[in-house]
């Protein structure tokens, strides 16, 4: 009875000492689902080799292999267990992975090379059995839940590459060969699964440094430790745009060239490998984008966005072409005649002979220059800011590109005046590229040609002119200083269309003086106006009198024609009568004529005879005697001492002197019939 008591009594302290050995020594070792056990062995074993920090099977320290979930049995105190969460990568993650054992990395090699057969580093011990390097390696691990000794590898998450759209990928490998000296872009690999393979693109000669290769909008499990990715927008170009393109690498660029060769097949360089090996040269590219969305490597291509070239209505684009051959190379054949030396036919570097109309053109303006030149009348103004509207209204055709102030010039009588002109031009589109050849620009025209040339003409005109007559044969003036402008600008190619003087202004002092006298004259002009007001009213009024009084005018104008008429008839009369008498005395005049005639003669005789005093008194006698008068005083009173015939003799003597000068010296003559002239008078004829 007490043995078996003392049996049952050891039985039941040899199955509690088991409990404990089995509770508390970890003989059974639970590992969960989601759980991986990692072992350490303690005693009795080979030590680890020189290097190694992770046991193989027999050797003692934390084992490689790992402990599968479920109820496991160790030997106590041989074996301790550590549990650990199982690896768990999500969808949108990858799995670095670096290992802490392993054979050691070659020499610049920074990532561990590819091995087989390790299951996704599952398998430790297939891992460090097949070659395994220690450190960060090339593989990484997909979305999933790994069993994977912790203490061997140390798996960091990092999240998936993401690229939206209009986005590209710029990638940076850490590990490879060594770039080309003088190329600063690895070249291109295949097979690397746009950088998700990396044993690929190592072991496929991929060199280390920025990549050639751009990764396009996706997903992709990389491993962000060996390949850097930065994000970057991809290349966009909006529409009325375009894109010009600088290469940084290539084959040198000629000397003599500023634009590159255009090269085929790079895709819109898009495919920088194929730039490269096509010979694309660095520097500004010929080739452009056009409107578009373009994945291109921003470490090979530098675009730099300008807007399209848009020639509108009543302009013309003359191009200067930076690309084509020398101008001496052009055959006499191809020259354009009577051209500007350096105006060249398409094909040659110079400015084209042919001109772009409007349009939208796809430029690349470090190929070409485009000037644009307006083909419709520009107006220059030399005028005050606010005088003159931006464009001139009602007429497209015409607009003004510049406003100087107005010109200040010096009359020749020594007055400033103030000018103001418009002159309009055209450059027709045949003329535009000589234009271009000439001067260069429309600003550069207007600039160093018709500004001068306008203010020179009106201060040479103006100094050869008084003030006050500058003014006043504004037409005259404008019309010299169009005619010079008309040659001078023919010299560029440039149509004068009008020179036009919008405003001159006068000295105050000046322009007051001219209005007195304006005045002056205008109150004189008035004055006669009014005299000649007045004088029209007198002659209205006499015309009114006149009409008042035209019944009695119109009877004195018969009066008038009636006397007329008797005048007429008196004077037909008259005439008559004085024509009659007139023969009648003419016929008395003959019979006169031959009796004076007579008398004459018989007078002088008698003279002859008896003397001339003797005769005169005896003709004197006659007279008296005929006539009755008493010449003989009764009473004779003689003198003393005298006889009485000397005093009658005297008295005498004086009647007949007076008698004689009465008669114009002659005595009257006697008359033949009793004392009776012929004018029946009863005075004697003078002889």
């Keep these: 009875m007490d043995t078996t008591i003392l049996v049952l009594i050891g039985l039941a302290v040899a199955f509690v000492f088991l409990l404990i050995l089995i509770l508390f020594g970890g003989m059974l070792v639970n590992v969960g689902g989601q759980q991986v056990g990692i072992r350490e062995r303690k005693y009795f074993g080979k030590s680890l080799p020189e290097g190694r920090v992770v046991a193989m099977p027999g050797e003692i320290g934390i084992q490689a292999q790992v402990l599968q979930p479920g109820l496991k049995v160790q030997i106590p105190f041989l074996y301790s267990v550590t549990k650990d969460d199982m690896i768990v990568i999500a969808d949108d993650e990858v799995g670095l992975v670096e290992s802490i054992d392993g054979v050691p990395l070659e020499p610049g090699r920074i990532f561990a090379r590819r091995v087989s057969n390790h299951d996704s580093y599952q398998d430790a011990e297939g891992f460090l059995r097949n070659g395994g390097q220690k450190g960060p390696q090339m593989d990484i691990l997909g979305p999933g839940k790994y069993r994977i000794n912790t203490y061997l590898f140390r798996v960091v998450t990092a999240s998936a590459v993401v690229i939206s759209q209009n986005q590209v990928g710029i990638v940076n490998a850490r590990d490879g060969q060594p770039i080309v000296p003088g190329r600063l872009l690895s070249h291109k690999v295949d097979g690397h699964q746009a950088y998700q393979d990396g044993e690929a693109f190592v072991g496929g000669g991929g060199q280390r440094g920025p990549q050639i290769e751009v990764m396009l909008p996706g997903r992709y499990r990389i491993n962000t430790d060996l390949f850097n990715v930065e994000i970057q927008p991809a290349t966009v170009v909006m529409a009325n745009q375009v894109g010009l393109v600088t290469a940084k690498d290539g084959d040198p660029l000629p000397s003599a060239e500023l634009v590159a060769m255009s090269v085929p097949n790079h895709a819109d360089f898009q495919d920088s490998s194929a730039f490269l090996s096509q010979g694309g040269q660095r520097g500004p590219q010929f080739d452009l984008l056009k409107p578009g969305t373009y994945y291109i490597n921003p470490l090979m291509f530098d675009v730099k966005l300008d807007n399209v070239a848009i020639v509108e209505r009543g302009e013309v684009a003359v191009l200067v072409s930076n690309v084509g051959k020398e101008p001496a190379d052009i055959a006499p054949e191809e020259r354009l005649a009577g051209k500007e030396r350096y105006v060249v036919p398409a094909g040659f570097r110079g400015i084209q002979a042919e001109v772009a ?14 000037y644009i030149i307006p083909t419709t009348n520009l107006t220059i103004d030399w005028a005050e800011e606010g005088m003159v509207p931006n464009e001139d209204e009602g007429s497209p055709s015409i607009r003004r590109v510049q406003l100087f102030n107005p010109l200040a010039v010096i009359s020749r009588d020594g007055f400033e005046m103030r000018v103001s002109v418009k002159v309009v031009i055209r450059v ?32 040479n005109q103006a100094s050869s002119s008084e003030a006050m007559a500058f003014m006043q044969d504004r037409a005259d003036e404008q019309a010299k200083a169009e005619a010079r402008a008309r040659v001078e600008l023919e010299k560029y190619h440039v149509e004068c269309v009008s020179v036009l003087i919008s405003q001159i202004i006068l000295p105050q002092e000046l322009m007051e ?175």
């Design 428 to 459: 027709r589109p045949d003329q535009a590229p000589l234009m271009v050849a000439k001067i260069g620009s429309i600003e550069n025209l207007i600039d160093h040609v018709v500004h001068p040339m306008i203010d020179s003409s009106f201060r």
């Design 513 to 687: 003086i001219h209005t007195r006298r304006v005045i002056a004259a205008q109150q004189q002009a008035m004055l006669v106006e009014q005299q000649k007001a007045e004088e029209k009213r007198i002659d209205t009024e006499n015309t009114r009198a006149k009409a008042n009084k035209q019944p009695e005018l119109v009877a004195a104008q018969i009066a008038v024609q009636i006397a007329e008429q008797e005048k007429q008839q008196t004077i037909l009369s008259a005439e008559g009568r004085a024509r009659a008498i007139e023969l009648e005395g003419a016929a008395e005049g003959q019979k006169i004529l031959a009796i004076g005639q007579a008398t004459a003669e018989a007078y002088d005789k008698q003279v002859d005879a008896v003397g001339q005093m003797n005769l005169a008194g005896i003709e004197v006698t006659k007279s008296i005697a005929m006539a009755g008068l008493k010449i003989t005083p009764d009473i004779l009173i003689g003198g003393s001492g005298g006889s009485g015939s000397d005093g009658t003799s005297n008295i005498f003597s004086a009647f007949i002197a007076q008698m004689m000068a009465s008669n114009n010296g002659r005595l009257p003559e006697a008359s033949s019939n009793g004392g009776t002239n012929a004018n029946g008078g009863g005075q004697p004829p003078q002889t």
């Design 357 to 370: 109309g409007p349009g939208v053109y796809y430029l690349n303006r470090w190929a070409y220059i485009a």
